[in-house]
């Protein structure tokens, strides 16, 4: 199968090649050479024939170049950093002296509706990001946005191929509703970020405040991510081909201690109790001895199933070029990715986690007629992974639950070992032994865009109308198959036999499959007005409609809900009015329907207004103060409203929330019992009449700064966002209103959040050395307030009034030292029997007793409020260097689970090493024979084992589990090496690049046991890679 | 004993790319050696004084892990061996230093003695102190899957079974029992427990074979009894109210001994030990008759206080008295047995209230029983009966003494070990077996078949 794709691609791309490169016919030889302003030759200074795709060549080391042309050609030269010099061939001058293009061009924004803006004029909220930053080396770009972008939030939390992707927020969560992810954009068109090819990417800009992303009406509501794609230019072939190879390997994996340190502290835990210990001294000598490998077997289960890492490739290849009517973008890329896990040979087929990927992009433009330009895309993937049978979650949990003395890898009579199922299963058996899951996904996108100048109506107006049609499916089949497993009791019988429990049945290898797809068809006629009254006023406009139809194409159900299309519509607008570059006004709207409202009530109108002063443009200041480039404040109001009552698009039970719906329910009968009967019928769903939009109220302040000739950049940004009427389904209905199952809609919740983002670089040169330094942060926090709950006495146990998602537990005061110190201290009761060195926790609420009234607010949140990054750009020579750091802060999470609260499974559950040290933990003088032991400030309480006294009090969710999740970490260091020119010419190319991106290469975190970024209470997670990877570019 | 895991980079895949260009990779494959598990064992080193130090526990009962110190012992155990008391211990591991072995069962207290080496060249070491062996008494499972009901057949790892319902001894140690399952289409069986494994002989079907309750022996061993309860005109279309197998046909082939009419509940059956009389009863009228094989018939003997009572049947092992657990109404009646005209007559209460439920240990009817089921008796004449609703197994003596045998009164459960702690789920039948000492228990709700062993 692999083979035939890659014939497939080859074939294509060979063509392409051929026919750009047959030559055309000439009439002259020209030949000239070309220097800088100082006279010196330029080496590999681009020159081709003006309308003739793929007729060029470049200067030698001498700055000569010798070329075929006609007569009446032209021929262009262009080299990077100069401004670019038309030689018609008739006026017979060849040698050039190029200009340096020394005035840096204004930098561009593309901000909504694709318009592109110098960053100078803006008024609203935007990031840009540079693209080249987003580079990594693994599959999914999200993963290349938090602490590079101003403005994003989130986490990855997961490693696995496939699955290694990022969630993230533009500025953080701002509702409790549904819906709180930002809309991304490819080329205007609703699309998904992840399975972008990277190297296609033109722009990427954030819209982030209610001004920018009005015109997007209710889709806009929490942030937009503008992506353009490469479009092909006029000139001479580029080919661009990039090969890279990585080697993924584990970041922090949770280490686990060995059989005997967890027997003996085991048996602690029991003795400490006043129980009968777990292992009997004939035990601790059988398994330190290691004399019983089938019921005291000391497997090291994650050097069983890992290996320490696997190999990632990746080749793109693009094309590009053109003539002045028609010009062409092409390319195809191959990405894979193997797992960590390591598979026997036993299968036929592959077990192993895996993740390939095709895609591919034809971007052409035509200029139909003078004023008209067609813009089409044609681009797709498809996605090949494969699983094994078991899920990772169930893997990674054996690993943590699995201790090294639980079973034996295998038992000596041949039977095939598990302690229970699902996360307490055999870790070798679910990679080897139970089947595995193909998962194929593929999207074609096509989109055709036309373009007409109407400058013959009035100059500066355009019309684009745009029309888009994606589909996607994804199909996954499970072969499924299971083994006999068993477990042996933990003794022998008098002939020294092992005494076997059959856990699980045989099941043989099983078929089953799941599919999932849609069709999303987009149509959008634009009018965009741009002109400038005398030298001062310049004036913009725009009117936009826009409808998007999505249909689920699979897993339509008898359910009407499920086929009927999803549309959005929508008509927005905006209005934009300059003086002099130095007082800017923006009015932006949003008229936009929604099906979820009743007739009369779908649609709403959403405005926004911004302004921006450049104070740097006052005459005062650009005569007085000439260091200062430019020194903008900005200001933005908006509202924008959200209709969506679920983010999941298979959740199509939740649409339509005004209509009521009938079900059946219970039968009535009547006569002889179970003989005569009616099927019942009922409302089910209860329509909410009068639901209306979820309203955001967006407030942004912001200030630009450029200073010392564009040295230094800074921009920071200050947001408030107050959304009310959040949907919320009411959970106390009163059962006097017969609606208390039925759980209506209704607008009730209230939410503010607010935060500041900022970007700031300087860029310098000492010597031959370039460099960039830079930062950015983001930083949003929230507050409830409103929301369906009943008022409560106990004030603090309510959401209103905290962060969104905010973490509460009991206050622990540390370890009780004694039984007085218990005799004086409330009752904890509630949480059952208790001694000295469990935990005592705070009498919030005064009332004498310890119980769940006094769990409190305590920390932050497990997604963090604060995530920032900071870089470093070097060049000298051909070398470049790029570093940057992120981090992230006011995050934490709780530690739970049998791995991390000691035997609080029982027998299930691993002990980390990190927790073996005697001295932390509290550890009776009955046992150690010394007080000094008794330490109340450890960082784990008296031990105990299953449910015996003490483990409910001690592991309650508590100030005493909490741990501060920050952290920081090298997360891209990059080399780069340019191959000399000379080299570079001989094989008739522009460029070639050697470079070794390192990511995640290091964190560095209070939290030790294993990476805070995970948000796992207990580290049974595939753990985010570690990433070395080489690559190769080359340019023709 | 782990050996390293090594890692060979091999350059595996040349992956083509594109037909332009070709791109070569490597690929790390991680080689598993697999063979960190495989020990290497040695004997005894010959030129060394091989030396015992002490082993411990110095106690213990059947199977108590034992650790015997010394030195010089060699880590392949063929080289070795461990007697208690004269009777030879499982060695499951030695390190050179300690060797690890299993005490057997019925050791008895004894010295611990070493033998190293392989024949002829063998020294014995003896260690100074003798073990204490405690003598257990054992509840275990014989075979089925706990709480999981099904009817494949198989060994008793794999072999599932429905409701054990009642169990029968075979001369030679088959275990015969009944998995409940009334009607023709309800899977129930006559299954064999033998060698570890479960077979089925027959499932409940069209013909003769619909309803099974009670099995039992002739004397000569020959012929297998099987009851039926014949009590539904829509799922039963047999007479058979007892049905035969014979060891001629290997119990394959089932056939109607007595024949009765419909809703003729023959619920128990017993042998006479010396006479070879059977004896059984309807629960439908509530009389206990007498077989009659020439012409497959029956006499009637009496009734017990009105009908509709639920019997099983049990011959004391001289054959005085017939004992009838009656078992919805929770007491035990005996009857005598008058040689001289080969009837049984004069019932009298034996233990237990008539139609008093609950769970009280005492003398007669001062004794409660819920639901007692089919019990056996042991060759000294105790009575042994299932308390089904107790969840335990009572003993009863000749003189009428009522116990708990085995079981928690009143707690259900699954659990094995000490006979008075361990855990039955509503236990309907008790049979004892001669050849291994052992009583088998047909434990109902757990879907098991349990032994209790007293060593």
């Not at chain 1, 591919?360 to 139909?368: A, F, G, L, W």
Request: glycine fraction near 10%.
């Amino acid at each position: 199968m692999k083979k035939i794709n890659h014939r497939i691609i080859s074939t294509l791309l060979l063509m392409f090649f051929v026919i750009s490169v047959i030559a055309q016919s000439q009439t002259k030889t020209i030949s000239g050479k070309i220097t800088d302003e100082k006279g010196e030759p330029l080496i590999g200074v681009a020159i081709i024939v003006k309308d003739q795709p793929g007729l060029g060549t470049t200067t030698d080391i001498d700055g000569r170049y010798t070329i075929k042309a006609g007569e009446y050609d032209v021929l262009v030269v262009k080299y990077v950093g100069y401004k670019v010099v038309e030689l018609p061939v008739v006026k017979g001058q060849f040698n050039v002296q190029l200009e340096d293009e020394n005035k840096k061009l204004d930098e561009v924004v593309v901000s909504a509706a694709g318009v592109i803006q110098r960053k100078a004029t803006l008024s609203g909220a935007i990031t840009t990001v540079d693209v080249s930053k987003l580079n990594v080396p693994t599959a999914n770009l999200s993963n290349a946005l938090v602490g590079n972008v101003a403005g994003i939030i989130g986490y990855q939390s997961s490693g696995e191929p496939g699955e290694n992707k990022t969630e993230f927020w533009v500025r953080g969560i701002s509702t409790f509703g549904a819906n709180s992810k930002a809309l991304v954009l490819v080329d205007g068109i609703e699309r998904s970020l992840d399975e972008l090819n990277y190297e296609d990417i033109e722009s990427f800009s954030v819209l982030k405040d209610a001004s920018a992303t009005a015109i997007y009406g209710s889709r806009g509501a929490n942030g937009v991510i503008l992506i353009t794609t490469k479009r092909g230019s006029a000139g001479k072939v580029n080919i661009n081909f990039k090969a890279e190879y990585g080697y993924n390997t584990r970041s922090r994996t949770p280490i686990y201690t060995d059989g005997i340190t967890y027997a003996e502290m085991a048996n602690e835990a029991c003795l400490t109790r006043y129980q009968e210990p777990i292992y009997s001294d004939q035990d601790i000598e059988i398994i330190r001895r290691n004399l019983d490998p089938d019921l005291f077997p000391n497997v090291n289960w994650q050097d069983v199933i890992l290996k320490n890492g696997a190999s990632n490739y990746r080749g793109t290849l693009s094309l590009s070029g053109g003539g002045s009517t028609a010009r062409y973008y092409v390319s195809g890329s191959y990405y894979n990715e193997g797992g960590i896990y390591r598979t026997t040979n036993v299968n036929k087929y592959s077990t192993n986690v895996a993740y390939s990927r095709y895609n591919y992009r034809s971007n052409v433009d035509v200029n139909v007629t003078k004023t008209t330009l067609l813009k089409m895309g044609v681009s797709g993937y498809l996605v090949n992974q494969t699983k094994p049978g078991y899920s990772s979650d169930y893997i990674w949990g054996s690993l943590s639950n699995l201790t090294p003395l639980s079973v034996p890898r295998m038992y000596s009579n041949g039977y095939i070992p598990t302690y229970g199922s699902n996360d307490e299963m055999n870790p070798e058996v679910q990679l080897n032994n139970t089947g595995y899951k193909t998962v194929w996904k593929n999207k074609a996108e096509t989109n055709i865009t036309l373009e007409q100048n109407l400058d013959f109506v009035t100059k500066g107006l355009r019309f684009i109308g745009t029309f888009s049609f994606d589909t996607e499916n994804e199909n996954t089949i499970n072969r499924f198959k299971n083994p006999e497993l068993w477990r042996a009791e933990r003794k022998r019988d008098s002939d020294g036999n092992l005494i076997m429990t059959r856990v699980a049945s045989e099941s043989l290898m099983s078929q089953s499959g799941e599919s999932d797809g849609n069709r999303r068809s987009y149509t959008e006629a634009k009018l965009d007005y741009n002109t400038k009254i005398g030298e001062d006023h310049r004036i913009t406009g725009l009117l936009m409609y826009y409808q998007q139809e999505r249909v689920n194409t699979v897993n339509v159900t008898k359910d009407v809900r499920s086929s009927i299309p999803f549309r959005n519509i929508g008509l927005s607008g905006r209005a934009t009015y300059g003086y002099k570059d130095r007082y800017l006004f923006d009015f932006n709207f949003g008229y936009t329907g929604s099906e979820n409202f009743e007739p009369g009530e779908r649609f709403g109108f959403f405005p926004a207004v911004s302004g921006a002063w450049v104070i740097s443009e006052e005459p005062f200041v650009k005569q007085n103060v000439s260091w200062l480039d430019m020194f903008k404040i900005r200001y933005s109001y908006g509202e924008v409203g959200n209709d969506k009552l679920t983010d999941k698009d298979y959740e199509y039970e939740k649409r339509f929330p005004y209509m009521s719906f009938i079900d059946t329910s219970s039968s009535y009968n009547w006569g002889e019992y179970s003989s005569n009967y009616m099927q019942g019928y009922r409302i089910t769903t209860i329509g909410s009449s009068n639901l209306t939009w979820e309203t955001a109220k967006k407030h942004d302040i912001g200030l630009d700064l450029v200073l010392l000739k564009n040295k230094i950049t800074f921009t920071i940004d200050a947001f408030t966002d107050h959304r009310s009427n959040i949907f919320i389904q009411r959970n106390l209905m009163p059962y006097s209103t017969g609606l208390q199952d039925l759980r209506p809609w209704a607008n009730i919740g209230e939410m503010k959040s607010h935060g500041m983002d900022g970007v700031a670089s300087y860029s310098d040169k000492i010597g031959k050395v370039n460099f960039t330094l830079r930062g950015n942060f983001t930083y949003a926090t929230t507050d409830v307030l409103n929301y369906d709950e009943a008022d409560n006495a106990l004030w603090y146990q309510m959401r209103k009034g905290y962060r969104w998602n905010q973490s509460r537990g009991l206050v622990a005061l540390g370890l009780f030292k004694d039984q007085e110190d218990i005799d004086n201290s409330p009752s904890q009761l509630a949480y059952g029997t208790y001694f000295p060195g469990d935990i005592k926790y705070k009498d919030v609420n005064g009332d004498g007793i310890i119980n769940d009234d006094d769990i409190v607010p305590i920390g932050t949140t497990t997604v963090p409020s604060f995530v920032y990054g900071t870089g470093l750009s070097l060049s000298w020579k051909n070398f470049d260097f790029n570093i940057l750091l992120q981090g992230a802060g006011m995050v934490d999470f709780f530690l739970s689970g049998n791995s991390v609260q000691p035997f609080s499974g029982g027998s299930v559950g691993n002990i980390l090493e990190a927790m073996t040290n005697p001295e932390d933990r509290w550890i009776s003088r009955e046992i150690s024979g010394t007080a000094a032991t008794e330490n109340s400030n450890a960082i784990l309480p008296r031990l105990s084992y299953g449910s015996s006294s003490g483990s409910k009090n001690n592991f309650q969710q508590s100030t005493f589990w909490l741990r501060d999740g920050r952290y920081l970490r090298l997360k891209n260091l990059e080399f780069g090496y340019n191959f000399p020119r000379t080299l570079v010419q001989s094989l008739h190319a522009t460029n070639m690049r050697l470079g070794f991106i390192g990511q995640n290469l290091m964190v560095f975190s209070p939290f030790k046991w294993w990476d805070p970024e995970l948000s796992s209470s207990n580290g049974a997670k595939y753990p985010l890679s570690k990433t070395f990877s080489f690559n190769f570019t080359i340019n023709f | 004993m782990k050996t390293k895991e090594k890692y060979v980079q091999y350059p595996v895949k040349g992956l083509l790319f594109f037909s332009i260009l070709i791109f070569l990779s490597f690929n790390f494959i991680g080689c598993n050696s697999g063979s960190d598990d495989e020990l290497v064992v040695s004997p005894p080193d010959p030129n060394v004084e091989t030396a015992i130090t002490n082993y411990y526990p110095d106690s213990g009962g059947v199977a108590t892990k034992l650790i015997l110190h010394g030195t010089n012992f060699g880590t392949d155990t063929s080289y070795l061996k461990v007697y208690v008391n004269g009777k030879k211990a499982a060695i499951i591991g030695c390190d050179g230093e300690a060797v690890y072995a299993i005490v057997p069962s019925r050791a008895d207290s004894g010295f611990v003695k070493l033998v190293v080496g392989k024949s002829p060249d063998v020294k014995e070491y003896v260690y100074p102190t003798q073990f204490k062996y405690f003598f257990s008494e054992n509840v275990s499972t014989v075979c089925g899957q706990n709480g999981v009901t099904g009817i494949d057949d198989g060994d008793v790892n794999t072999a599932t079974l429905r409701r054990p319902w009642n169990i029968a001894f075979d001369q030679d140690g088959t275990l015969f029992f009944i998995d409940e399952g009334r009607g023709q289409s309800s899977d129930g069986g006559l299954r064999k427990y033998v060698d570890g494994n479960v077979e089925t002989i027959m499932r409940n079907s069209a013909g003769v074979f619909q309803s099974p309750t009670a099995l039992a022996f002739n004397l000569a061993q020959d012929t297998l009894f099987m009851l039926q309860t014949i009590f539904d005109d829509n799922n039963m279309s047999t007479d058979a109210a007892i049905a035969y197998f014979t060891r001629n046909e290997g119990f394959s082939v089932i056939k109607p001994y007595i024949r009765a009419t419909l809703t003729f509940k023959a619920t128990g059956i017993a042998v006479h030990p010396t006479t070879g009389d059977i004896f059984f009863n309807s629960q439908m009228d509530g009389y206990i008759y007498k077989a009659d094989k020439a012409t497959m018939g029956y006499e009637k003997m009496f009734q017990l206080n009105g009908s509709d009572t639920e019997l099983k049947l049990a011959f004391d092992p001289q054959g005085e008295y017939l004992y009838i657990i009656i078992k919805n109404k929770h007491c035990i009646y005996r009857a005598q047995y008058n040689k001289s005209t080969r009837k049984v007559e004069n019932p009298t209460l034996f233990a237990g209230q008539w139609n008093a439920s609950g769970y009280l240990d005492g003398i007669g009817p001062a004794a409660k029983f819920d639901t007692p089921g089919q019990g056996t008796f042991d060759p000294d004449g105790n009575l042994y009966v299932p308390d089904k609703y107790n969840h335990c197994i009572r003993k009863i003596t000749p003189d009428g003494v009522v116990s708990t045998f085995a079981g928690v009164g009143g707690t259900s459960g699954y659990k094995d070990g000490d006979p008075l702690e361990s855990l039955f789920n509503q236990p309907e039948c008790i049979t004892y077996n001669p050849a291994d000492d052992g009583w088998y228990v047909a434990d109902r709700e757990n879907s098991l078949i349990r032994k209790i062993l007293v060593e």
